[in-house]
């Protein structure tokens, strides 16, 4: 199954055409205490917010069986880093690339949800992901402590990382972030909303088993997906093996 590849090369367009970026490699012994009950950050120990609903946020999923458009363990910012911050506030742009195996018509929705839940299983003392209000938002919060302690992207990203690779169908990850302007996370928005709406159809057809397509509303995804056709498929097989059992 292949269905971002177009939208991978555009993010990595995006990238390249930030001059004021910096990178690094994933860090996998570069620890940050567990927050158990107090990863919940108070308004009262705010340090700083990200992508809060004041400011721009997004937030994409992109996978591919296509291991060369991962750059495996590499960590980009585009912007000041957490400690550099000078307003309370930041816009958040997030884009984790995931070189996987393995994937089918069969497994693909369950495994894409799976990864996309992972966020919520993070646990960094001073960090929490405060809501997701709809797809491709992402709201997060890091107590003045933390920031004070020196909680950086590469942390954040580090410890996203370590998430992914505990799946064995996960072969590779890539993380980019953008703290630097509204304008370049709307940008970025714009990049990865085709993602939104393939991801929607699969919602579409996977929670709601409903392929009537003339009256689908993402009747022109599929239309461009072949892949996504061939879930259609499955799934409308599927549905007449249960009702036939």
């Known amino acids: 199954m292949e269905l971002f590849s177009d939208i991978i090369h555009q993010v990595r367009d995006f990238i390249e055409s930030r001059p004021q970026k910096r990178c690094w490699s994933e860090h996998p012994a ?3 205490p567990a927050g158990g009950n107090r990863g919940i950050v ?9 992508g809060s609903p004041d400011v721009e946020s997004v937030s994409s999923l992109l996978w591919t069986v296509n291991l060369s458009g991962v750059s495996g363990g590499r960590i980009t910012l585009i912007g000041p880093d957490f400690p550099e911050a000078r307003n309370p506030a930041l816009p958040f742009g997030k884009v984790v690339l995931v070189g996987v195996d393995g994937f089918t018509e069969e497994n693909t929705y369950d495994r894409h949800r799976d990864m996309d839940f992972l966020r919520y299983d993070l646990d960094l003392k001073g960090f929490m992901i405060r809501a997701v209000s709809q797809y491709q938002k992402e709201w997060c ?18 410890a996203l990382m370590r ?15 953008v703290t630097s302007s509204p304008e370049d996370v ?16 699969m919602d579409k057809m996977a ?23 061939s879930m259609r498929l499955s799934l409308q097989n599927k549905k007449g093996e249960t009702r036939n059992a």
Not at 186 to 201: C, D, F, K, S
Request: with cysteine; aromatic share 8%.
């Open 207 to 229: 929670l709601e088993l409903n392929f009537d397509c003339e009256a689908c509303d993402y009747q022109d995804v599929c239309d461009d997906a072949e892949q996504l056709k």
């Open 141 to 158: 919060r890091i107590s003045k402590e933390a920031i004070q302690s020196g909680f950086s992207a590469q942390i954040l990203a580090s």
């Open 42 to 50: 108070m308004k009262e120990d705010l340090g700083l917010e990200l």
């Open 163 to 177: 998430l992914f690779h505990a799946r064995d169908y996960v072969q590779s990850v890539e993380v980019i972030m």
């Open 186 to 201: 709307t940008e970025l928005r714009g990049i990865v909303a085709p993602a939104a709406r393939i991801i929607a159809a």
């Open 30 to 32: 570069l620890s940050w």
